[in-house]
Nanobody, 126 residues
Framework: VQLQASGGGLVQAGGSLRLSCAAS????????MGWFRQAPGKEREFVAA???????????RYADSVKERFTISRDNAKNTASLQMNDLKPEDTAVYYC?????????????????WGQGTQVTVSS
């Protein structure tokens, strides 16, 4: 499985960005796609994730810091996941990574995700 992330950029505080992650290869009928981020000098942290079971569904989980501002969604037909980020804050500045696993259990632990995309930079100016 290969993951291709896109959509990062520079935005002012209060603005919005939409990240996309396209998966190629056999992701399986059950799985999770998620987003993590890593700011300079900090550890990688969980942002949001969404699962699917038998190619449908979509339970979600969010980090407390992004609840009410970020929304993760998935297009099962296209095998993509998107992260809509609204009301962005300077502290959201980081490299955002798309990740996936072949298990429907959502986890905020990065080590359980087998597949990773390249990072995409999100910079929020104050």
């Amino acid at each position: 499985v290969q993951l291709q992330a896109s959509g990062g950029g520079l935005v002012q505080a209060g603005g919005s960005l939409r990240l996309s992650c396209a998966a190629s290869g056999r992701t399986g009928s059950n799985g999770v796609m998620g987003w993590f981020r890593q700011a300079p000098g900090k550890e990688r942290e969980f942002v949001a994730a969404i699962n699917w079971i038998n190619w449908s569904g979509g339970s979600t989980r969010y980090a407390d810091s992004v609840k009410e501002r970020f929304t993760i969604s998935r297009d099962n037909a296209k095998n993509t996941a998107s992260l809509q980020m609204n009301d962005l804050k300077p502290e959201d500045t980081a490299v955002y990574y798309c990740a996936a696993r072949n298990n429907y259990m959502i986890s905020s632990t990065s080590s359980v995700y087998r597949y990773w995309g390249q990072g995409t930079q999100v910079t929020v100016s104050s």
